[in-house]
Every structure is written in structure tokens, then in C-alpha cells.
């Protein structure tokens, strides 16, 4: 295959390029909202809805960014409960606007009377901040989707909570899918949960069918950066994009055509809406967190981070080996919507399955499980279709909640 350079490459992944410069929204003690351009200016209030900024800081320093979309473009009070949308790795809370108003699930729920609320996991372009730590420190990466467990997650239902007075439903695509569903096997959070809508569910994934992620986990992509003391995985970095580059080199990766690769074949995306995600995404993670994800496909399990050293991991958890997230400890009475794909690579079906057969004992009369045979992994965020596929069965179940 010819050779691809590190710009090609990254124009491809992910939708990603560097059309965007990734700007500095807050100070170190994220006091300084740069209102000109939050996500309330540019993607919510320019669509002609009312738009709040708020910051939420976790119990460990990290000041995060939220949006609040209290009521719809008519302008009338909402008669329905507040819904968390918690978006997937190397993302942030656009995900759910890259579509016009009437395609993209943010705006449809906020015309529907629901309150809507849009979280930006730390290391976001506008979740930044932190009341000690710099970013260009190495010490601001050191965490994994334990923390955002642990922490972010924990942080935003508190904020959404207190602020309304209510329980809330959440949305979660992807990695949002699964911070929740160990949150809930530690029974967390479930006493302010009224129900939890799961989009291509990533929980196992040790059947991942994408080669080009596969390829990656087996040539410890991830591990090499931290190696190489990057801590911070900037899609739009050098360091990753030559990494990035070896991959494409590998006998059967079609680096013509990332996106198929990566995520499977995408049934319902409108190419025309590429602009608005290269000016956005990808957004950075830390390497600490890639390295966690590539321990699942090799270990086939839900575990907390391994340090690959039986002293660091007792000094961490108390024993030997990283602690399990075990799914069957999921309150069986816990409303559950999962919606999931037949052309997805990442969020397999076989590996889905592994986690509907953890479910098994669930009330039946809770658990809500949707199979779109033609959807892939972006189709759930970004699908034209999405409203009448997803979204419409989404908020009859929100409603019977």
C-alpha cells in the first residue's frame, strides 16, 4: 500500500484534521468562560435555542465544562425531566449537534419538553481546567475511564440533580456507555437515575471486528506514547499521527477509507456535515485511558486499570490484580434502553451480546434492547434516519420512566 503521510492520516481518522486550532476556553481555575466561542454560542444559541454555560468541579480538581438546553425553540417551559448526554472517547457534548436541529438528538429532546444537559469529560477542548494542575503537565493526564467513573460522572448527575430538584435520564453513545454501566454495577448514581439510554454500548470488547483498532491495540500503539512521555493522545498531534502511520503500513488496513475501517460501514451519514465535525473534533484524551481501552480487547473483561505490576496494583486496589466491573450487579429494576448496530465494529455484536447475557436476570418489564442491522457506530450520533430509528423509541421509553 503506498505510504500516507501524518496530515493524510489524520485527515481521514475519525473525520479528524487540523482544521480547527485547539483554543485555550479556560484559565487554570476555569474562572474565564471565553463567551464568544463555549458551545453555547457557537453550536446551541446560533441555532436559535436558549443556551447556558455552567462549570462543575470533580472531587479531584478537574473543572468541567456543561451546557444546559432548558427548553426548546418555541420557548416553552419544559414539562419533562432533565436528560444527561454524555458523548464518546476522543469527543466531546457536539456530538449530539453535528446535524441540523430537526437530526440531532440534543435539540430533538429539547423540543420534545425535555431539559437537556450536555457533559465535556475532562481533557476536552472546554473541560480543561483544574484548580492545581496545568494541562501541559503530565500529571493532569495520569487517569483512565476509572476516573471518569469515579469522578466526572459522579460530578455531573450531582450538578443536574442539584440544580433541578429531579432525577434524570441519561443518554450515553459509546464510552459513555460503558462509564455508566460500571458506575451502575457499583450501584452508583442509581438513586438519581430515572433511566439510562444506551447507543452502541461498549462494555466487552474482546470480539472487536476492526481491524485497524485491533491492529492498534497489538502493536501497543498506546503504550509506545506513554513510553515516549506522551501523556496527552491529541488525534491531532504529531507523535500520534506517526504512530498512527505505521498502522496503515500493516498488510489489510485500507487507510483510503479510516472511517469504514475503524467504526464499520456507516449506513446513514450526510458527508455534507463533515465541516462542522472537522471543526470540532476529535478532541484529546490521556494515553492513560487509550492504554485502559487496549487492556479490554486483550483481556476479554471490565476491569480497572492493570499497572502491569503486582506491587503498583496493591498499592492501587489492595490486591494483586486490577478489581472487575461486574454487569451482573446491575440493579435488575434500573430502566435500561440499549440500542446497538449489526455493522459495528467497535461495539460488536457478539461482544453486546456477552452483555445482554449478563442481563439476563434483568425485570423484563426494564430492559429495552434495539437492533438496527444496518447502523454502525457513527449512525447512532450522526445517522439522517437517527430521529425516526433511535430517537423516536428512545423518548417513548424516557416517557413511560
Request: charged share 20%; proline share 4%; aromatic share 10%.
Amino acid at each position: 500500500m503506498a505510504k500516507i503521510s501524518a496530515s493524510s492520516l489524520l485527515l481521514i481518522l475519525l473525520f479528524v484534521s487540523a482544521a480547527a486550532s485547539r483554543t485555550k476556553i479556560y484559565s487554570i481555575n476555569n474562572e474565564d468562560v471565553h463567551a464568544t466561542d463555549g458551545i453555547c454560542k457557537t453550536m446551541v444559541e446560533k441555532q436559535g435555542y436558549a443556551c447556558q454555560e455552567h462549570l462543575v468541579t470533580t472531587q479531584d480538581g478537574y473543572i468541567l465544562s456543561m451546557q444546559r438546553i432548558p427548553k426548546g425553540q418555541s420557548g416553552e417551559v419544559p414539562d419533562k425531566p432533565p436528560v444527561l448526554l454524555q458523548h464518546g472517547l476522543l469527543m466531546d457534548g457536539i456530538t449530539w449537534m453535528l446535524n441540523p436541529p430537526d437530526q440531532s438528538l440534543a435539540f430533538i429532546l429539547a423540543d420534545n419538553g425535555f431539559d437537556v444537559w450536555l457533559a465535556n469529560t475532562r481533557g476536552t477542548r472546554y473541560s480543561r481546567g483544574h484548580t492545581t494542575l496545568s494541562p501541559n503537565k503530565s500529571a493532569y493526564w495520569d487517569w483512565s475511564w476509572d476516573q471518569l467513573v469515579a469522578y466526572d460522572l459522579s460530578a455531573t448527575f450531582q450538578y443536574v440533580s442539584d440544580q433541578t430538584g429531579q432525577k434524570l435520564h441519561y443518554v450515553g453513545h459509546s464510552l459513555g456507555t460503558l462509564i455508566a454501566l460500571a458506575a451502575f454495577s457499583q450501584e452508583k448514581l442509581v438513586n438519581m437515575l430515572r433511566s439510562a439510554a444506551l447507543l452502541s454500548p461498549i462494555a466487552y470488547l474482546n470480539q472487536m471486528s476492526s481491524l485497524l483498532a485491533r491492529t492498534a491495540v497489538d502493536i501497543f500503539l498506546a503504550e509506545d506514547l506513554y513510553w515516549l512521555g506522551v501523556h496527552e493522545f491529541d488525534p491531532r498531534g504529531e507523535a500520534v499521527a506517526k504512530l498512527l502511520e505505521a498502522i496503515c503500513n500493516k498488510p489489510g488496513i485500507d487507510c483510503t477509507d479510516l472511517m469504514t475501517s475503524f467504526t464499520g460501514q456507516n449506513c446513514c451519514l450526510n458527508s455534507s456535515n463533515s465541516d462542522v465535525f472537522l471543526e470540532h473534533e476529535p478532541q484529546s484524551t490521556a494515553t492513560k485511558n487509550m492504554i485502559h481501552i487496549a487492556q479490554m480487547v486483550r483481556n476479554g473483561n471490565i476491569a480497572m486499570f492493570d499497572y502491569d505490576d503486582k506491587d503498583k496494583n496493591m498499592e492501587h486496589y489492595g490486591q494483586p490484580t486490577p478489581p472487575s466491573y461486574n454487569m451482573t450487579n446491575i440493579p435488575n429494576d434500573l430502566p435500561l434502553f440499549l440500542s446497538y448496530g449489526g455493522k459495528d465494529m467497535l461495539s460488536d455484536v457478539n461482544d453486546v451480546q456477552v452483555l445482554l447475557d449478563s442481563l439476563k436476570d434483568h425485570d423484563g418489564d426494564k430492559l429495552v434492547v434495539q437492533f438496527r442491522e444496518d447502523y454502525a457506530h457513527a449512525d447512532f450520533v450522526m445517522a439522517v434516519n437517527a430521529k425516526q430509528a433511535v430517537y423516536d423509541p428512545l423518548m417513548a421509553f424516557f416517557k413511560l420512566q
